[in-house]
Structures are given as structure tokens and as C-alpha cells.
């Protein structure tokens, strides 16, 4: 009898609320204040890392991201630490090889992370199938005592093909393919209360495992659904303290404790301190704004999203692209171009990479003033099957047009994919700046980036070293 169960709660503070209302720029040493409260607490989860946390740490912070988990395990030894996976793409946007996958998921959990959510953009069950088996395969790897969940993920979007049949589908093939628990990921707020309600039911009713359930409050219903989705029997909400919940990000954790509390389900967790443990997220999310991070539109309830049925991060790209372009006077021509272009490309759910993927394509489509004049690359790949399989067959006038005869691939687009860790091992090593064996996956994943945090990171360690030398040499972290 699960839904007589106390509802479990995934804190995001520390990973999805700042990527969705802030560019995921919040600072480790932003977050170490209160992660000794945060441990207290009685979470299921705290998320903390993965999605974009990993490119932002090398690219805009000049953090080791693994040097960050290692810190925040230390500091919250109780609570289990989520991740978000993206299968076979980690936390890139392509494709890698399966020894790339296996050792990421390794490391990963040894480094301290418990659950680790895996989603594919296509939905795709062969493009999780390497994350979930190593997820399986590496348990033994978790020092902390509190265990390894495999999350598997259905990356929740509407359309014909995706009746409730189809996600009950997903989740009895998920949790047959070793899930601990099913997530259902709704990236760009589209499930509604009702739905949500008939939605969790059915799946509840096909699996064994938990559900865990995701969704943003960008245009108002989050915090609905996640009632009726309670009624249904959910096991565990996603929510983001109130100084960074709502709008963008994840319906606000305080007032579901409350909504919650004296029920069946009440959460057992402590309003007051949590309550207290936000005024500090209060003090960051003013950094934030203040270094125009944090624009005041990602809090604003954004009705848009429940017509045009795109991610909230999705209509922002789409107008910065478009005012570089000078063009904002086609907004709407594109806003109404994207559900065609993904009608064109059979469907996919609307999610990184793909949410980009028909983003831009739109955009072409609209700039160029003839659809498929220029294609992406991305669109090309996707058309030939690079991505995984798509919904719905794509018609072959629109496959002439955007890649004319050339071959198109059935199978799983990483069997095509030769081994790729030697190649890597040796050319970190090769750089000189090797310092541990995480390095070589940060250079996987983001070559150029981080070298130039390598490069970073040994110029500060080198001024550390020899202050006096280094200010006549003129070498400077860069
Ligand atoms: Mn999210």
C-alpha cells in the first residue's frame, strides 16, 4: 500500500533550480554553508550534480567538477546524491563510446554519487542500456554506505504516438532491464494534474519499483500535478527551496512540506528549519541576479509554455538566437515552426540535445525563408538514425531534402562507436597536466574546455608553490 506511504522528497537546489533559473552558475563555496543542515534534513535525495553542472564547473567556474562532488559527499554524509545522466551522451551532446559510459558511472558512484537518473532524448532504451548496466555492475564502488539506485527515466512530452499505454510500456521494459526506481521526467512542464493523476496510476499499477516524478512550475501547474500525482501513490517529488523554486525551476519545496503535513503522506520533514535553510539559497540567488545570472523572467509564471509546449529553457534560447539575428519580429513565425520541424523529425520529446537540435532548425527554417534550405548538422544526424530511433518514421520527401540518398543506420548508434579511453588516457597524459584518472573523463567529455582548465589549474597550483618567482615570470592563472 505505497500511497499510504510518507512522500519522499529530492531537494534541487543545488543542481536543476540553478541550471533552470540561473545558467547553473551557483559557486561550490555557495554551497557549503548549508550542506551540514541540508544533511539533517531528511531528504531522499539531494541532486548536486550531473546535467550542466559538469560543463559549467570547466568552463565558467574554474572548478574540478569531480573535486566538487568529492567536497559536497564530505560534507553530507547521510543523504543519498543524485545525478542526471544523459545515457549514452553522459553529460555531452553526442554520442560516446560504451567504455567512455562505463568508466564515467564508475567513477561517478566511487567519487559519491547514489542515484543516478538516466534519460535518453529519444527515449530510446538502447541508449541507456550501457549507463544502467554499469549502474548495476559498480555498486560495490559506494563508500558511503548508503547504496546505488539506478534510476531509469521517461522523458515525459505529448503527441499521438505518446499515449499512457506507451509510458507504461517504458517503465515495465525499464524496470526489466534492472531500474531500481522509474523517474518521470517532465522537462518542460506539460504534464497536467489529471493527466498526472491517470499517468502515475497506470505506470504504479505495471511496476514494482518506486516512481519518482520531475517537472518544472514554468507555467503554473507543477505544484498541481504533484498533488494529484501524490493522490495517485508517487513515491518521491522533486522540489527546489523557495528562494529558487517555482517559475523555471521546480515547484518550491516549503509549501508542499505544508500542503503535505497532518495527511496520510506527510513528509515527516521540519518546515521551520527548512524554512530557515532557504534564507541562506535567498542571499545566493541575490549574487546571482545581481551578476545577471538570474534574469526576473525565469520566475515569472510563463503561460507560453502550456500553448506552444516547449522547455522554458527553450524559449529563451530561441529569443537570444533571434535578437543576435535582429529578427525578433519572427518569434512567433518560429514559436509556431517548431512543433512542424519536430512533426518532420518523428516526434522526439523536447529535451537536451534534441530541444536544441529543433530550436535552431527552426529558426533556419524561418530566417532562410524556405524550410531545409540550410540544415544543421545535428538535423542531418538525427535523420540518419545517429541519435537512436525516432518515434515516428520521418516522410521521405522531408529525408530527400535533408540528407538527399545518403545511408541511414537502424541499429544503436554506439555499436558503431570504436573504444575510446586509450586514445584519451594517452593524449591527458601526453599533455602533462594528468593529475588523477577522473581527468581523462573531463577530457572525454569536453576536450578543449578542459585543457584550458588543466591549464588553469596548474598555473594556480604553480603560483601557489613559488609566489615570489611567479610575479616576475609574469605566469597568472588564466
Ligand atoms: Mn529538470
Not at 252 to 281: C, K, M, Y
Not at 322 to 343: G, I, Q, S
Not at 412 to 439: N, T
Request: aromatic share 8%.
Amino acid at each position: 500500500m505505497s500511497n499510504l506511504n510518507k512522500i519522499m522528497f529530492t531537494e534541487t537546489i543545488l543542481r536543476d533550480a540553478h541550471q533552470s533559473q540561473a545558467a547553473t552558475r551557483m559557486r561550490i563555496d555557495e554551497m557549503l554553508p548549508m550542506c551540514a543542515r541540508l544533511d539533517e534534513v531528511g531528504y531522499y535525495s539531494i541532486e548536486c550534480w550531473g546535467g550542466a553542472t559538469f560543463d559549467s564547473c570547466l568552463r565558467f567556474l574554474n572548478e574540478d567538477p569531480w573535486e566538487r562532488l568529492r567536497t559536497l559527499r564530505k560534507a553530507m554524509p547521510k543523504t543519498k546524491l543524485q545525478m542526471l545522466l544523459r545515457g549514452q551522451n553522459i553529460l555531452g551532446y553526442k554520442h560516446y563510446a560504451d567504455d567512455v559510459v562505463d568508466e564515467f558511472v564508475k567513477k561517478s558512484i566511487s567519487n559519491g554519487i547514489n542515484v543516478i537518473r538516466i534519460f535518453d532524448a529519444l527515449n530510446d532504451t538502447r541508449n541507456m542500456k550501457a549507463c544502467m548496466d554499469a549502474c548495476n555492475k559498480y555498486r560495490s564502488e559506494d563508500k558511503s554506505g548508503l547504496g546505488v539506485v539506478c534510476e531509469a527515466t521517461m522523458s515525459y512530452t505529448v503527441g499521438d504516438y505518446y499515449t499512457r499505454d506507451y509510458y507504461v510500456n517504458l517503465a515495465k521494459e525499464l524496470e526489466g532491464m534492472g531500474a531500481d526506481t522509474i523517474c518521470i521526467k517532465d522537462m518542460a512542464n506539460l504534464l497536467l494534474p489529471y493527466e498526472g493523476f491517470e499517468l502515475v496510476k497506470a505506470v504504479k499499477a505495471a511496476i514494482k519499483c518506486p516512481i519518482h516524478i520531475h517537472t518544472h512550475n514554468t507555467s503554473g501547474t507543477g505544484n498541481m500535478m504533484y498533488l494529484k500525482a501524490i493522490e495517485a501513490g508517487v513515491d518521491i517529488i522533486d522540489t527546489a527551496l523557495s528562494p529558487m523554486g517555482n517559475g523555471t525551476s521546480q515547484p518550491a519545496t516549503e509549501p508542499l512540506i505544508a500542503a503535505l503535513a497532518g495527511t496520510p503522506r506527510d513528509s515527516g520533514l521540519n518546515l521551520e528549519e527548512v524554512t530557515d535553510i532557504g534564507q541562506h539559497f535567498k542571499g545566493v540567488a541575490a549574487r546571482l541576479a545581481k551578476d545577471g545570472f538570474l534574469n526576473k523572467k525565469a520566475l515569472e509564471t510563463d503561460v507560453k509554455a502550456l500553448i506552444y509546449q516547449v522547455p522554458g529553457g527553450m524559449l529563451s534560447n530561441l529569443i537570444s538566437q533571434l535578437t543576435e539575428a535582429n529578427a525578433m519580429d519572427k518569434y512567433d513565425a518560429v514559436l509556431a515552426e517548431v512543433p512542424k520541424v519536430r512533426a518532420d523529425l518523428g516526434y522526439p520529446p523536447l529535451v537536451t540535445p534534441s530541444s536544441q537540435i529543433v530550436g535552431s532548425q527552426a529558426v533556419f527554417n524561418i530566417l532562410s525563408g524556405e524550410r531545409y534550405k540550410m540544415v544543421t548538422k545535428e538535423v542531418k544526424g538525427m535523420v540518419r538514425g545517429e541519435y537512436g530511433k525516432l518515434a515516428c518514421e520521418v516522410d521521405p520527401a522531408i529525408v530527400k531534402k535533408i540528407i538527399g540518398d545518403e545511408p541511414r543506420i537502424t541499429c544503436r548508434p554506439a555499436d558503431l562507436i570504436e573504444p575510446e579511453m586509450a586514445k584519451y588516457i594517452a593524449e591527458v597524459k601526453a599533455s602533462g597536466y594528468y593529475e588523477q584518472e577522473e581527468d581523462v573523463l573531463s577530457y572525454a567529455l569536453f576536450p578543449q574546455v578542459a585543457t584550458k582548465f588543466f591549464q588553469y589549474r596548474a598555473a594556480n597550483k604553480y603560483n601557489v608553490d613559488t609566489e615570489v618567482g611567479d610575479v616576475e615570470t609574469g605566469i597568472q592563472p588564466v
